[in-house]
Antibody, heavy 119, light 107 residues
Framework: QVQLVQSGAEVKKPGSSVKVSCKAS????????ISWVRQAPGQGLEWMGR????????NYAQKFQGRVTITADKSTSTAYMELSSLRSEDTAVYYC????????????WGQGTLVTVSS | AIQLTQSPSSLSASVGDRVTITCRAS??????LAWYQQKPGKAPKLLIY???SLESGVPSRFSGSGSGTDFTLTISSLQPEDFATYYC?????????FGPGTKVDIK
């Protein structure tokens, strides 16, 4: 059974960084891409970026360029999303999601990680 | 970047109604589109991938169609568990943006 299990909720100060993990189980980690999507309270879904774990290549939304880093550890089937220079507008639920290669759709999602940025 | 618009932004419908949601891309995206359902406090759930392929385990009352710039999600007979927000997402080029969502609630 495929699962993406994310790390727990975080409370951060403005200007600091947060690193969220996403551990995959029940599938072949290298056969998929992992993307990160966030959702601010009461708002829609926002694509942040993705990584191809087998290659370690990441693409980012221009909005987050320079502030976000997505990495993957094949040995532990875990992907990470680090967001720096946090501001209050970054308060959101952050999701990881799995996309099979050559398929337009995320078939499995993590449970979400609430990141709260507050002084 | 490709922009997605959805219409309507919200709708009220009754159990048994046929519901159609439209997603329009700012430029052609072939069939690189997915539809998701999201309920409050939950992660999105994949309904349709590659514009018209039904995800395994999703009821057959859901269907998707379209290619290029215009896409449609249809629920043939709305059920109580279908009241939720629906999003489209394009995979043609980065960023893989989502539409703004369509909220379906009870009339």
């Amino acid at each position: 059974q495929v699962q993406l299990v994310q790390s727990g909720a975080e409370v951060k100060k403005p200007g600091s960084s947060v690193k969220v993990s996403c551990k995959a189980s029940g599938g072949t980690f290298s056969s998929y891409t992992i993307s990160w999507v966030r959702q601010a309270p009461g708002q829609g879904l926002e694509w942040m970026g993705r990584i191809i774990p087998i290659l370690g290549i990441a693409n980012y939304a221009q909005k987050f360029q320079g502030r976000v880093t997505i990495t993957a550890d094949k040995s532990t089937s875990t992907a990470y999303m680090e967001l720096s220079s946090l501001r209050s507008e970054d308060t959101a639920v952050y999701y990881c999601a799995r996309r099979p290669l050559a398929v337009a759709g995320y078939d499995y999602w993590g449970q979400g990680t609430l990141v709260t940025v507050s002084s | 970047a490709i922009q997605l618009t959805q219409s309507p932004s919200s709708l009220s419908a009754s159990v048994g109604d046929r519901v159609t949601i439209t997603c329009r891309a700012s430029q052609g995206i072939s069939s690189a589109l997915a539809w998701y359902q999201q309920k409050p406090g939950k992660a999105p759930k994949l309904l349709i991938y590659d514009a018209s392929s039904l995800e395994s385990g999703v009821p057959s009352r859901f269907s998707g169609s379209g290619s290029g710039t215009d896409f449609t999600l249809t629920i043939s007979s709305l059920q109580p568990e279908d009241f939720a927000t629906y999003y489209c997402q394009q995979f043609n080029s980065y960023p893989h943006a989502f539409g703004p969502g369509t909220k379906v609630d009870i009339k």
